[in-house]
């Protein structure tokens, strides 16, 4: 039982190149959510899913699209990579709205 | 704007003591409350959470405090232990779909 897993550990993009964080998990959960931590800022919510085929917008969606086309993966994709956009990702995922959220170990995502 | 503030980044306690943390929200709406732990290159791990219809929950050597009426719930750790050395988030949910989470609380247990 893994949990939650995210894919690649690391990464370093150049501005304008694009790429897919990959969020899978194994304990056939409802919600699925991605957050961003910057320092000072704590977690900020960028997308979420309650469900396969669902997915809703949360505090910071800007530059950012998601995919969650099977219940156990939810992607988070980059267009067109921005500097800003130089963050710690972390996936999590509840089986309800009402549960805790599970973390996976985050991605270091640097844009330069 | 912040919706969930923790105003205290850092805190330092001696072993065996109670370590005190802190978390202030502004939505009134907020009804499911939880604390997260996070160790460096971790991802966090949930360690306790309340409802609004409570007003304390325990597990263990961890007590988690709401006052709805000031906005303001507390972690206790009692005794704190140099393994609880790491972030503390705490995180309100109104709807059950977002969870808003605070800045976080650097806490350091001196052996």
């Known amino acids: 039982n893994a949990g939650v897993t995210q894919t690649p550990k690391f990464r370093v993009l150049k501005t304008g190149q694009s790429m897919t964080l990959l969020c899978a998990q194994d304990m056939n959960h409802e919600y699925m959510y991605w957050y961003r931590q910057d320092p000072g800022m704590g977690l900020r919510l960028i997308h979420y899913?309650?469900?396969?085929?669902?997915?809703a917008k949360g505090e910071v969606p800007d530059g950012y699209n998601v995919s969650r086309l099977k219940k156990q993966n939810f992607l988070l994709g980059l267009e067109s990579a921005a500097p800003s956009q130089t963050s710690v990702y972390f996936c999590a995922s509840s089986s309800d709205g009402n549960s805790p959220l599970h973390f996976g170990n985050g991605t270091r995502l640097t844009v330069t | 704007d912040q919706q969930v503030k923790q105003n205290s980044p850092s805190l330092s306690v001696q072993e065996g003591r109670i370590s005190i943390l802190n978390c202030d929200y502004t939505n009134s709406m907020f009804d499911y409350f939880l604390w997260y732990k996070k160790y460096p290159a971790e991802g966090p791990t949930f360690l306790i959470s309340?409802?609004?219809?409570?007003d304390k929950n325990e597990d263990g050597r961890f007590t988690v405090f709401l006052n709805k009426s000031a906005k303001h719930l507390s972690l206790h750790i009692v005794p704190s232990q140099p393994g609880d050395s790491a972030v503390y988030f705490c995180a309100a949910s109104a709807d059950g779909n977002q969870f808003y989470f605070g800045t976080g609380t650097s806490l350091t247990v001196i052996p």
């Open positions: 899913s309650v469900g396969e085929g669902t997915t």
């Open positions: 309340i409802s609004s219809i409570k």
